[in-house]
């Protein structure tokens, strides 16, 4: 089966809108909250029925395709082509009603995200790129922000799980809270990268993102412009996420570099 770029991004749309319109219309009263790895690394019943609808749609399109889900959906295809699935990147955000979480849905073609899908319902907005061009919120092209010193920089982050984490995370922010414009914290991977890449926010950095979390949005953002990155020369991944426009991530880099954002 062949992979076609452009019937890859309307699949992803197609699957994307479909899980958001679950997720708002048939929102239960009791929403079967359980935890993951910690107590407050929620999972709810529409995360599961989320994830099984994007499956099954995409499966119904593509038989031959892998797939790797955050709720636990792991399949090895014959065609090239995994899926990669956040059903609800920002569960505690839906868990208390709060807008600002997500559905992400990646393509990776010989093991590079080639595709990437970030649907926002309670924005009313779709981010969407293909690699090598561009990115868009509801079929308008995107791009990050201009700005280039620090001092006026607006930085969003996020935070892990486990208290010792979330506590050295802390030891950082208090460093970079003076030396930036502001921070936010908005709750779902996703869609701080795609601020990123609308020009929202300047900047993005944060620790512990699965590839889940990374995956749409980090190619939304670079389509927009963005050097997504790890410290150091690394390259993004569950170690440290750092996105940023490509006049500005030398500055905020150097900022984080000698505070080991990347490190517990």
């Keep these: 089966m062949t992979a076609d770029p452009g019937e890859l991004l309307s699949l992803a749309v197609a699957a994307a809108t479909a899980a958001g319109r679950l997720l708002v219309d048939e929102r239960p009263r009791d929403l079967g909250v359980g935890t993951k790895s910690t107590p407050t690394d929620v999972v709810t019943v529409m995360d599961r ?68 899908v970030v649907h926002v319902p309670t924005y009313g907005e779709t981010f969407a790129a293909v690699r090598g061009g561009g990115a868009t919120r509801n079929g308008v092209p995107v791009h990050v922000s201009t700005c280039e010193q620090l001092s006026q920089a607006l930085v969003a982050t996020g935070f892990g799980y486990a208290a010792a984490r979330r506590a050295r995370q802390a030891r950082v922010l208090a460093e970079v809270l003076p030396r930036v414009r502001d921070v936010r914290r908005f709750g779902a991977a996703s869609v701080d990268l795609c601020a990123v890449a609308c020009g929202r926010v300047d900047g993005y950095y944060e620790r512990g993102l699965k590839p889940w979390d990374l995956a749409a949005g980090g190619l939304v953002a670079q389509e927009a412009g963005a050097l997504v990155a790890g410290l150091r020369g690394a390259p993004a991944s569950e170690e440290l996420v750092l996105a940023a426009s490509r006049t500005l991530f030398p500055a905020l880099h150097d900022l984080l570099d000698p505070l080991a954002p990347d490190r517990d």
Excluded: C, H, K, M
């Design 49 to 116: 029925r989320a994830e099984r609808l994007l499956v099954e749609r995409l499966q119904a399109a593509r038989p031959d395709d892998g797939f790797l889900g955050e709720e636990g959906t792991q399949a090895v295809g014959g065609s090239g082509v995994r899926w990669v699935l956040d059903p609800i990147d920002g569960t505690v955000n839906y868990l208390y009603d709060l807008p600002g979480w997500a559905v992400s849905v990646a393509a990776e073609v010989d093991g590079e995200v080639a595709v990437g």
